[in-house]
Every structure is written in C-alpha cells, then in structure tokens.
C-alpha cells in the first residue's frame, strides 16, 4: 500500500499515535518529514489536514486540541489490534472479507 501511496486506517493510527506523542503546540513544532519512517513528511501533513477537516467544530481549536480529540477517536491503545487486523489473508468468494480472530 505504501508503494502505491494508499493511505490506511493503520497509517491514521500511527499519525495521530506520533502527533500524540510530541506534545507540540503547533503545526510548525511538528518534524513531518521524520514523523512517520514510512510515509512521506508532505503526505502526513496533508493527511492530518483531511482528518481535521472531518471533526466538525474541532476543527477551529489550537492544534493541541485537535490532536487530543483525534487520539481519543483514534485511541492509539487499539494501534497494534489495528495491525493485527490489517495483516490478516484476504478470503475472496462473493465478497472479500478478512478472517476475523
């Protein structure tokens, strides 16, 4: 997915799980070019953007704010059942699924 620049839930996970964890005060505190390893610093920044976009009058608060409201939503405690998910094989018949646990 990363050569083909999808973005994934599990890519949302990690962005607000790094942001989380800086503790900046602001957009330019943030290095988004070393963010996240896998993902281009641009693509983050346009990605957290998107997501702000989608949290109503959220929106409008400081960044600190936003990333709060963000990984309550995102809830980064769920990350790894998140990759565990993502990696699960792929069962196609009349409509693909993912073979849960």
Known sequence: MVDKGIWSDTDDYRLVD??????ACSME???WD?????RDGELCRKRWNQMV????EHGRKSFTEQVE????RYCPDL???REAFDSQPVICGRSC???LP
Do not use: C, Q, T
């Not at 790094?18 to 503790?23: G, V």
């Not at 976009?53 to 109503?56: A, N």
């Open 18 to 23: 790094a942001l989380f964890s800086l503790d």
């Open 29 to 31: 505190e943030v290095d």
């Open 34 to 38: 070393n963010l996240l390893e896998h």
């Open 53 to 56: 976009r989608y949290i109503g």
């Open 69 to 72: 409201i963000l990984a309550k």
């Open 79 to 81: 990350l790894e059942a």
């Open 97 to 99: 699924e993912k073979i």
